[in-house]
């Protein structure tokens, strides 16, 4: 039976990591605690890389960078293409097509 994609709060995830480095197994805090084996294996990966115990994978922080910056770029393409649309508008109406401009 899925259990679905339900969000565990930080102190939370932090404390099963915590469990997982003192001994405790993933299947077996899975079976006390509900996270599955794989979603807890994949906290203490997390949570090794934000501590730089591990260099494979982005931390939390880059993460959510990543995830700011990609925002920002589609939000600065679209601006990009409805300032192109208005500029094309505007010299089809005044009847005069703008030099390109090499910046883009």
């Given at each position: 039976m899925p259990r679905g994609n339900k969000r565990y709060p930080l102190e939370f995830r932090q404390q099963i990591v915590e469990l997982v480095r003192s001994g405790?197994?993933?299947?077996e805090l899975s079976k006390k605690f509900g996270p599955a084996p794989s979603t807890i294996r994949s906290?203490?990966?997390q949570a090794d890389r934000?501590?730089?115990?591990r260099t494979d994978?982005?931390?939390s922080a880059e993460r959510e960078e990543l995830r700011k910056l990609?925002?920002?770029?589609?939000?600065l393409k679209m601006e990009r293409e409805i300032l192109a649309k208005a500029a094309a508008w505007f010299a089809q109406e005044t009847g005069s097509i703008p030099p390109k401009s090499s910046g883009s």
């Open positions: 405790r197994t993933p299947r906290w203490v990966i934000d501590e730089g115990r994978g982005l931390t990609r925002r920002e770029n589609r939000r």
